[in-house]
C-alpha cells in the first residue's frame, strides 16, 4: 500500500491526534494568558508590553529567538525543498552558519545604543542616528511591509498540519488566531517568549525521535540516501523554490552561496529578529546566544533530512509543504501523529505573535507618534501597538483566507530583497555616520526597484536572478543585486552630497552609547526615552 493510500484510509480516523493536540493547544493558550503574570510589571508602557521590560535572561532569550526565526513554516518548507529539489534545500545550513558571527559582532552592539537611547525599532535608532523622519519611515514601511506576508506563512504552516488531520475549512485558522490575538493583546512580548518553552521541547522531541525511528524503519540512511539519489534527477524544483533549474554548475555555486551570504544579512533586520534582540537584559546575553543558537542549525539539518526520508518512504504529494505530514502519517502511531503536528502549529504561533508586536511597536513609535500624535505618551503608545497588533493579524488571515497561498510564499520571497535594503542605514549606521540621510533614501529606492523588477521578471517563481549584461554572466540571490545597486548609488550619492557642501543632520545619539562601560553611570539603569 502506498504513502498516499494510507493517507487517505487514515484522513478520517483521526480522532485520538486531533484530541492530543487540540490539548497542548490549549496548555499554550493557557500559559499565553498567564505569561502576563510572569514577571509582573506594568503592561501599560511601550516598553514592557512590546519588549518585556528588556530583563530577558541567556535561556529565555535562547528560546524565544530559537522559536520566532525557526518558524513552523521552516520546519515544513525546509525538507519540502529538499523532497522536491535535493540538496539545495540545505543552503539553509551554511546560511544559519554566516549568521551567528554577524549577529556576535553587530547585534551587542545595536542594543547597547537602543538600550540607551530607549529605542524600541531599528526606525528608531535610524531616526536618532540621522534625525531623519522621512529615512525612519522608510526603515518602518520596509518592516512592516516584509513581516505581513511572514506572518501569513505562519498561518500556511499551521494550515497544512490540520488537513493533514482532516480538519479543513477556515473557521480552525480563524479560532487559533483569534485566541493568539487575544493572548498577545493582553501579555505582549511576554506571551510567546513563555509558550517558546513548550514549542521548543516539543520540537526537538519530534524531530529527534523521527531521525531515529523513520530511518530505522526505512533500512538506514543509505538506503534512504540512495533512493534520494534515484529519485531526485527526475523531480522538478517546486515553484517558488531558490535556486531552480540552475544553467550550469557554476551558476549553482553562485545562486547557493549568494543566497546564503544573503539570507544571513538580511533574518536579523526583520523587525521580528530585531524585537527578540532588545528585550535581552544585556549585550553579554547576545553574544552568548549567538554562541548557543546553532544548536538550531544542527536541528535544521535533522529535519531537512526529513524531505530526503519522504522520498524513500515513497511519499507521493502534488504539494510538497504535505510531504512531512505524510511522512509522520504513515510511520508514527496517531498519538505521536498530533503531538508532532501540535508542535508544528504552536511552532508558528510564537513566530506569529513576535512578528505581530515587531510590527506594532513599528507603527505606534513611527507611524503614529511621529506623523500623527507627536505627544503621545507611552501608555497611549502601548495602547495603539495593541490595536495595530490585533490589525496585522486580522490582515494575515484575511490574506491567507482570500487569497491562494502562492502569493503569501512569493510575498515572503521578496520580503527578503525589501528587508535587506535597509541594511545601509542600520548596520552601516551602527558604525559610521558618513553616509548622508538623502543618499541612503535614494539607495534605498534604487535597491528597492532592482530587487522587485527582477522577482516580477521572473513572475514570481525564483529569487535568484541570471544576470546577462555587457559579457557578465552571473546568476545570484536578487537582494544581493539590489544591495549592491543600493550601496553603489548611496555612497556616490553622499560624494556629490558632501561635495557640494550639503549639510547633513545632527546625531541624537553620542560616542559612548555604542560601546559597553562596566562600571556605568546611573543613567544607564533606566533608558532615556527616545524624543
Known amino acids: 500500500m502506498t504513502v498516499a493510500a494510507v493517507f487517505k484510509e487514515q484522513h478520517s480516523t483521526h480522532a485520538v491526534a486531533i484530541?492530543?493536540?487540540?490539548?497542548?493547544?490549549?496548555?499554550?493558550?493557557?500559559?499565553?494568558?498567564?505569561?502576563?503574570?510572569?514577571?509582573?510589571?506594568?503592561?501599560?508602557?511601550?516598553?514592557?508590553?512590546?519588549?518585556?521590560?528588556?530583563?530577558?535572561?541567556?535561556?529565555?532569550?535562547?528560546?524565544?529567538?530559537?522559536?520566532?526565526?525557526?518558524?513552523?513554516?521552516?520546519?515544513?518548507a525546509v525538507p519540502a525543498l529538499v523532497f522536491g529539489a535535493g540538496a539545495v534545500g540545505f543552503f539553509a545550513l551554511p546560511y544559519t552558519v554566516i549568521?551567528?558571527?554577524?549577529?556576535?559582532?553587530?547585534?551587542?552592539?545595536?542594543?547597547?545604543?537602543?538600550?540607551?537611547?530607549?529605542?524600541v525599532t531599528p526606525a528608531d535608532f535610524v531616526r536618532g542616528r540621522y534625525r531623519s523622519r522621512s529615512l525612519?519611515?522608510?526603515?518602518?514601511?520596509?518592516?512592516?511591509?516584509?513581516?505581513?506576508?511572514?506572518?501569513?506563512?505562519?498561518?500556511?504552516?499551521?494550515q497544512v498540519v490540520l488537513n493533514a488531520m482532516g480538519i479543513n475549512g477556515d473557521w480552525?485558522?480563524?479560532?487559533?488566531?483569534?485566541?493568539?490575538?487575544?493572548?498577545?493583546?493582553?501579555?505582549?512580548?511576554?506571551?510567546?517568549?513563555l509558550i517558546a518553552l513548550v514549542k521548543d521541547t516539543l520540537i526537538y522531541v519530534t524531530i529527534l525521535v523521527a531521525v531515529i525511528y523513520i530511518p530505522w524503519k526505512l533500512g538506514g540512511f543509505g538506503n534512504i540516501f540512495d533512493a534520494a539519489a534515484k529519485a531526485l534527477p527526475g523531480k522538478k524544483t517546486p515553484t517558488g523554490a531558490p535556486g531552480a533549474f540552475l544553467p550550469g554548475k557554476e551558476?549553482?555555486?553562485?545562486?547557493?552561496?549568494?543566497?546564503?551570504?544573503?539570507?544571513?544579512?538580511?533574518?536579523?533586520?526583520y523587525p521580528h529578529a530585531i524585537t527578540g534582540v532588545l528585550s535581552s537584559k544585556s549585550a553579554d546575553v547576545i553574544r552568548r546566544n549567538s554562541v548557543l543558537l546553532p544548536a538550531y542549525t544542527f536541528l535544521l539539518g535533522l529535519i531537512a533530512l526529513l524531505g530526503y526520508m519522504a522520498i524513500a518512504a515513497g511519499v507521493s504529494t502534488k504539494n510538497p509543504n504535505f510531504a512531512v505530514p505524510d511522512l509522520f502519517i504513515h510511520y508514527f502511531p496517531s498519538w505521536f501523529e498530533g503531538f508532532a503536528f501540535a508542535a508544528i502549529a504552536i511552532g508558528a504561533l510564537v513566530p506569529a505573535a513576535v512578528m505581530s508586536i515587531a510590527a506594532a511597536n513599528l507603527f505606534s513609535r513611527n507611524v503614529w507618534k511621529d506623523y500623527v500624535r507627536p505627544h503621545a505618551d507611552d501608555r497611549e503608545e502601548a495602547r495603539v501597538a495593541r490595536i495595530a497588533s490585533l490589525v496585522v493579524k486580522v490582515g494575515a488571515l484575511l490574506f491567507v483566507i482570500v487569497l491562494p497561498t502562492k502569493y503569501a510564499i512569493d510575498l515572503q520571497?521578496?520580503?527578503?530583497?525589501?528587508?535587506?535594503?535597509?541594511?545601509?542605514?542600520?548596520?552601516?549606521?551602527?558604525f559610521t555616520r558618513w553616509f548622508h540621510r538623502l543618499a541612503l533614501i535614494a539607495g534605498w529606492a534604487a535597491g528597492m526597484a532592482l530587487g522587485t523588477w527582477m522577482a516580477a521578471d521572473q513572475d514570481l517563481k525564483s529569487s535568484v536572478y541570471a544576470l546577462n549584461w555587457a559579457g557578465i554572466h552571473f546568476t545570484a540571490y536578487e537582494a544581493v543585486f539590489a544591495?549592491?545597486?543600493?550601496?553603489?548609488?548611496?555612497?556616490?550619492?553622499?560624494?556629490?552630497?558632501?561635495?557640494?557642501?550639503?549639510r547633513d543632520a545632527a546625531d541624537d545619539t553620542?560616542?559612548?552609547?555604542?560601546?559597553?562601560?562596566?562600571?556605568?553611570?546611573?543613567?544607564?539603569?533606566?533608558?532615556?526615552?527616545?524624543?
Open 19 to 76: 484530541v492530543v493536540f487540540v490539548v497542548l493547544f490549549l496548555l499554550v493558550t493557557v500559559l499565553g494568558f498567564v505569561a502576563a503574570r510572569w514577571r509582573r510589571a506594568d503592561l501599560a508602557g511601550l516598553n514592557e508590553w512590546g519588549l518585556a521590560g528588556r530583563r530577558f535572561g541567556s535561556v529565555v532569550t535562547w528560546f524565544l529567538l530559537g522559536g520566532d526565526l525557526y518558524t513552523a513554516y521552516t520546519f515544513i
Open 483 to 502: 544591495l549592491a545597486l543600493n550601496l553603489i548609488v548611496t555612497v556616490v550619492l553622499t560624494a556629490l552630497l558632501r561635495a557640494v557642501g550639503l
Open 99 to 119: 549568521l551567528y558571527p554577524f549577529v556576535f559582532l553587530v547585534m551587542p552592539r545595536l542594543w547597547q545604543v537602543c538600550h540607551r537611547r530607549g529605542y
Open 413 to 430: 520571497l521578496l520580503g527578503g530583497v525589501w528587508i535587506l535594503q535597509t541594511l545601509p542605514a542600520i548596520i552601516v549606521g551602527l
Open 510 to 531: 553620542r560616542a559612548d552609547d555604542y560601546y559597553e562601560l562596566r562600571h556605568e553611570p546611573a543613567r544607564h539603569r533606566e533608558p532615556e526615552l527616545a524624543h
Open 172 to 193: 480552525p485558522l480563524v479560532i487559533a488566531f483569534a485566541i493568539l490575538a487575544a493572548y498577545t493583546y493582553q501579555s505582549g512580548l511576554r506571551a510567546p517568549a
Open 136 to 158: 525612519a519611515l522608510v526603515v518602518a514601511l520596509t518592516g512592516l511591509l516584509a513581516t505581513m506576508p511572514y506572518i501569513a506563512l505562519q498561518l500556511v504552516g499551521i
Open 251 to 269: 551558476a549553482a555555486k553562485q545562486a547557493y552561496a549568494t543566497l546564503a551570504l544573503g539570507s544571513a544579512l538580511a533574518l536579523f533586520l
